[in-house]
């Protein structure tokens, strides 16, 4: 028979953590399950450190070179039996009761695409934070939507579980070229087909170490390759076809901007809404969807039936960032220049009152 879950595990260089992270998943409630981690071509000792374990559950996979961790999800996929899935660095730590949590609420909400757990965050030396760590607040699915569009990503994922159909009719195979926005990626796809559930329990102690390599630190390097990878994420948001969802998202925006989403001009609709964004890249990224649904002379004469959009509009939408930024500008500007003639005046008084 099939094992209830399915733990996929992508690993790569944890041989100081990996052990620890199979005892916890060995130590479960639940023992219906299979373990399946891939190795990703470590170039340390993390597979001799896997086996060390001879439980039957345990199914390691070696990667030939090293592919990234989308690859190794879909690898330890393409080798899973279980009715769910739960995914999990190896790295990380499950709390005893993790998969019997996870299994239960699925049974209690079985209309649901994802289940995600809360963590607890621990050090290089398993030194936990006092404070649960993720999303406390279950959400709207508009809302959750609304905040990954315009603001980025707060979802976390280390034990995020879903239904094997559901990966693999929504999400496989994940697109390996991403590394920081992958799970990012995922949330959206997932939200973009049906509900999710986040559970109080904390179920994860998630290993997080801004010394080590650790793709989730936030190093300047990491940051720089989220910035690079935004286009390609806020393109999988083009997928949307549900034409009331995007009312309730982007409710407050269609208002002020007068729009409404038709589903042969997602790309126009989704680009306006970017522009609105805080986030430069959201609103670059906006822009170029924008430029992309006016570059022909049959696109424009959509756009100027459907919105009343034509070059003026086209052009004007240039100066939206800029306005602001010089307008930031201005005001800072104002400001110094107060400041400097409040310390001029203030230097005079001191000399007068010395002389």
């Known amino acids: 028979m099939n094992p209830k879950i399915s733990i996929l595990t992508p690993s790569f260089n944890h041989e100081k953590f990996v052990g620890l992270f199979i005892e916890s998943v060995l130590k479960q409630t639940l023992g219906d399950f299979e373990f399946i981690i891939v ?26 070179y090293n592919q990234g961790i989308n690859a190794g ?3 330890a996929f393409e080798n899973a039996n279980g009715e769910y899935l739960v995914f999990c660095a190896s790295d990380d730590m499950l709390t005893p009761n993790a998969l019997e949590v996870i299994y239960k609420a699925f049974s209690e909400n079985p209309s649901v695409k994802a289940i995600y757990p809360s963590l607890i965050k621990i050090d290089e030396n398993g030194v ?14 508009a809302e959750h939507l609304y905040d990954l569009f315009m603001r980025g990503n707060y979802l976390t994922s280390p034990g995020m579980a879903l239904k094997t159909t559901d990966f693999k009719e929504i999400l496989y195979p994940l697109d390996i070229a991403m590394c920081n926005q992958q799970d990012t990626q995922m949330h959206i796809k997932i939200l973009l087909n049906g509900e999710i559930k986040i559970l109080d329990d904390i179920l994860v102690m998630y290993r997080f170490d801004p010394k080590t390599s650790n793709v989730s630190a936030r190093t300047d390097k990491a940051i720089k390759r989220e910035n690079m990878e935004i286009e390609r994420l806020m393109d999988t948001f083009l997928a949307m076809k549900d034409m009331d969802l995007l009312q309730k998202i982007f409710a407050k925006e269609i208002a002020k901007l007068g729009i409404n989403p038709q589903e042969d001009m997602i790309e126009y609709f989704l680009g306006r809404m970017a ?3 805080p986030i430069e890249t959201r609103q670059m990224w906006g822009y170029h969807k924008v430029m992309e649904s006016y570059s022909t002379k049959e696109n424009a004469k959509r756009l100027k039936d459907m919105y009343d959009f034509d070059f003026k ?10 306005d602001k930024t010089l307008a930031k500008y201005r005001k800072y500007k104002k400001l110094f220049k107060i400041l400097l003639y409040m310390n001029i005046v203030l230097c005079g008084v001191i000399i007068w009152l010395i002389w």
């Open 313 to 322: 509009t086209y052009l004007d939408l240039a100066h939206y960032t800029t």
């Open 128 to 141: 936990k934070d006092k404070e649960r760590f993720g999303e406390s607040e279950n959400k709207t699915r």
């Open 73 to 75: 999800i879909n690898t």
């Open 275 to 277: 522009l609105l964004s």
């Open 39 to 64: 190795d990703d071509c470590s170039s340390d000792n993390n597979v001799n450190e896997i086996l060390k374990f001879k439980d039957p559950r345990i199914k390691l996979i070696q990667h030939p």
